[in-house]
């Protein structure tokens, strides 16, 4: 046995889940079901060897959906920042952002409005605000409209030029401007259109793949700029392929890093600065930001999720988001902000305008909560944030090569307003039964026929990290460390054995022989 005096080792209660309760996600009264544990310390170590089983944390309680039982099962999402390429409703977003930074503009079309997801004393946990599922489906209707826009101008633009010039030259240049726009020659007969349901109607452009309309325009704005080289285009695509040159860099897509920190004028109309803080009261920075952190945290929470002002006060700011079990580690081969708990602000002029609480863990980052001014919505930074944070681990990942994945909470596929997570791709959902990791895409169909779903296509596999040896359970009684083994031997109290087997089996074999479970 050994001396509390050496310990540097998790220490965890655990609560076996005796009933249900009220789900903060579809409001179902007792639908909701999860096992839970408080920390009172928790390496790094451990607590990603536990999310990596579906666990998560809401400040030192660490908890896990009973998923075959629980009204909304909850599946642990990861994104792969290496190969995350944002969205068009992502970079609609951060060219938002930057518009508004550089000219002060605000955007008067629709907002991309926060999700209204639970507080996180109902949904046990709270989970990181991104993007509303509408929010794609309106950005690929507006790029429809503009395509068509420009079209019409385009064809407006040939008929004027038709009036102004000789025939011969008219025919030429005609042909020229509509080359790859789909649209007919003047000197080609246009058939009338025929009724509806009897046929495509040629007076019209066929359909084309988006990416040909971008070519095109692209080609049109370049022709705009320099119409002295226009022939010399044509004559280019008529050239064999290997005569070519290659592509440019440019043509290749950007790049996140380089959408978000896109170069500002110098007479910029606002400065937007974000800032890592430990989350320790011993952190000079930390403290001195407290008071502005927990006006905006209740000026968040009063007006996105109506709670009263005694529901949100020091009291629980401190325990769900300034708590935290993580103790900070700096290794050498580590980030060197090192490991632990953090909030990252967002100072806008001088004032802070969102804070992400976040944890840096040894193989991601994983994400906590956002809280947020609701002046600022207009600037969707629930988005906004999830793509700085996966940037930032893209960024930790460079000095820390495992340190490789970004968490993004649950993903909650019965509750339509909790999918959005599934929008960052590439990402991956956590078998439930096996613990291994599944492209979402291959996950989706099953879903879409039932809550729960083991997402492991293989009826052998099993857990392999589930706990095979309950005696070696680590617990600490009476300021000693002992293998359960020799704990139930001592207490001889078989009522206990059912709750250290349980617990054994959700936390798995080495986190039961790392982690100190406390009895009294």
Not at 205 to 231: D, S, T, V, Y
Request: charged share 30%.
């Amino acid at each position: 046995m050994a001396s509390c005096t050496a310990l540097s080792s998790s220490i965890v209660e655990y609560f076996q889940g005796d009933g249900f309760y009220r789900c903060g996600y579809c409001k179902n009264e007792s639908g909701s079901r999860s096992n839970g544990m408080w920390a009172h310390s928790m390496t790094v170590q451990d607590y990603q060897d536990l999310i990596d089983r579906g666990w998560r944390r809401s400040g030192k309680y660490v908890y896990k959906p009973v998923m075959n039982e629980t009204c909304c099962p909850q599946y642990t999402i990861r994104c792969r920042p290496s190969q995350f390429q944002p969205s068009k409703s992502h970079k609609k977003v951060l060219k938002k952002m930057l518009k508004f930074l550089a000219k002060g503009e605000i955007s008067k079309g629709n907002r991309e409005d926060e999700p209204m997801e639970p507080p996180m004393e109902d949904a046990v946990a709270g989970d990181v605000a991104l993007i509303n599922k509408l929010d794609i489906q309106c950005d690929f209707k507006k790029l429809g409209d503009n395509i068509k826009e420009r079209l019409e101008r385009e064809e407006k633009k040939g008929k004027s030029a038709q009036k102004e010039e000789s025939g011969d030259l008219i025919q030429s240049q005609d042909k020229r401007a509509k080359l790859g726009s789909g649209e007919p020659a003047h000197s080609v007969a246009v058939p009338p259109a025929p009724k509806p349901g009897k046929g495509a109607d040629l007076s019209k452009p066929p359909c084309r793949k988006a990416k040909e309309i971008r070519k095109e325009r692209k080609r049109l704005k370049l022709m705009q700029r320099n119409p002295a080289g226009e022939c010399e285009g044509l004559q280019a695509q008529r050239e064999p392929p290997s005569s070519l040159p290659p592509k440019a860099k440019s043509n290749q897509p950007k790049a996140l890093e380089d959408l978000i920190f896109e170069s500002l004028p110098e007479d910029a109309s606002h400065k937007l600065e974000v800032r890592l803080v430990p989350v320790s009261f011993e952190d000079p920075e930390f403290k001195s930001s407290f008071s502005q952190s927990l006006s905006l945290y209740v000026k968040y929470q009063m007006a996105i999720h109506q709670d009263s002002p005694d529901e949100c006060g020091k009291t629980e700011f401190t325990r769900f988001l300034c708590s935290s079990p993580l103790e900070a580690e700096n290794p050498p081969n580590g980030p060197d902000c090192g490991y632990g708990s953090f909030h990252q602000q967002y100072w806008l002029d001088g004032k802070i305008i969102a804070v992400g609480v976040i944890d840096i863990l040894p193989y991601c980052v994983s994400s906590v909560y956002l809280y947020y001014d609701p002046d600022y919505s207009f600037l969707s930074l629930g988005v906004y944030s999830a793509l700085r944070e996966i940037a930032f681990t893209k960024q930790l990942h460079e000095k820390t090569p495992q340190l490789s994945y970004y968490y993004m909470g649950f993903y909650i596929h019965s509750c339509p307003k909790m999918k959005y997570k599934g929008h960052y791709r590439p990402s991956d959902l956590l078998c439930p039964e096996t613990y291994v990791w599944v492209p979402i895409e291959q996950c989706l169909p099953a879903l879409e026929n039932s809550k729960y779903c083991r997402f492991n296509q293989d009826p052998k596999a099993v857990d392999e990290g589930r706990s095979k040896e309950p005696d070696r359970v680590q617990v600490f009684y009476k300021k000693a460390i002992m293998p359960y083994g020799v704990y139930k031997k001592q207490r001889r109290d078989a009522s206990e054995e059912a709750d250290v087997l349980q617990y054994a089996s959700l936390v798995g074999q080495a986190c039961a022989e790392r982690m100190l479970l406390f009895r009294s």
